[in-house]
């Protein structure tokens, strides 16, 4: 079975401070896609950065970027530079070619303080 | 481009009732998946309509339906409501090319209260 664990229901930052979170997944598949999605309080859910397995670059998107250890499969976030908007829900999700629905990690809290 | 919308946003249910949602996909998206999202289980997949067709499906119950119209709208349907299936019920949009990569843009959900 396809899991997605993030370990960290809640994490901290002070503002302007670096701040990552942790997934890990399980899977057989060798091929796949991890996401990381952000769900701000009473607002919608927006993708924040994808990782394609087979490429062994870490993906980044502006203060965003990730750590992808596909052996230990292992998909952390990192948001330098924090911001008081960057406080969220942050899910972790996975999706193979094979089946196409999207599994999501239970979630970590952010809080940025200010 | 007008967002994923959602109605109602706000649903209050006797159990053993039967409820239906809706979803309007952002304009030229052909793919709508549904998600049940609660404290306990976290997100969890429903099912995603294309072209009026089903075409993947979570582990979900019979009770819980869904269709697709062909202006790519969709509507999901829960009958015999449970305590349980208080949630926010998510619904996302995209293109529909059936890549894995394709970005999933969400609605800002109906959340449902089963009494």
New interface residues.
């Given amino acids: 079975a396809q899991t997605v664990t993030q370990s960290q229901p809640e994490m901290s930052v002070q503002e302007a401070e670096t701040v990552t979170l942790s997934c890990t997944y399980d899977t057989s598949e060798s091929d796949?896609?991890l996401f990381w999605?952000k769900q701000p309080p009473s607002?919608?859910?927006?993708?924040v950065i994808?990782q394609?397995a087979y490429k062994q670059q870490n993906a980044t998107e502006n203060r965003f970027s990730v750590n992808f250890q596909k052996a230990a499969k292992s998909f952390s976030l990192k948001i330098s530079d924090s911001q008081l908007g960057d406080a969220a829900m942050y899910?972790c999700a996975y999706?193979?070619?094979n089946?196409?629905?999207?599994?999501?990690?239970?979630?970590t809290r952010l809080t940025v303080k200010p | 481009k007008a967002?994923?919308t959602q109605t109602p946003r706000y649903l209050i249910k006797t159990r053993g009732q039967q409820v239906t949602l809706s979803c309007s996909p952002i304009s030229g998206h052909r793919s709508v998946?549904w998600?049940q999202q609660t404290p306990g289980q976290?997100?969890?997949?429903l099912f995603?309509y294309f072209s009026e067709t089903q075409?993947?499906k979570?582990n979900f119950p019979g009770r819980f339906s869904g269709r697709q119209f062909s202006n790519s709208r969709s509507e999901m349907n829960v009958s015999t409501l449970e305590l349980g299936d208080s949630a926010l019920y998510?619904c996302a949009s995209s293109l529909g090319t059936?890549w894995?990569?394709e970005?999933?843009?969400?609605?800002?959900?109906t959340r449902l209260l089963v009494l």
Avoid at chain 2, 42 to 45: D, I, Y
Avoid at chain 2, 103 to 109: I, L, S
């Fill in positions: 796949y896609y999605y607002r919608q859910m927006i993708l994808r394609e899910f999706r193979t070619y089946n196409n629905d999207m599994r999501f990690g239970a979630g | 967002g994923v998946s998600y976290g997100l969890q997949f995603e075409r993947n979570g998510l059936g894995v990569q970005t999933q843009y969400f609605g800002p959900g």
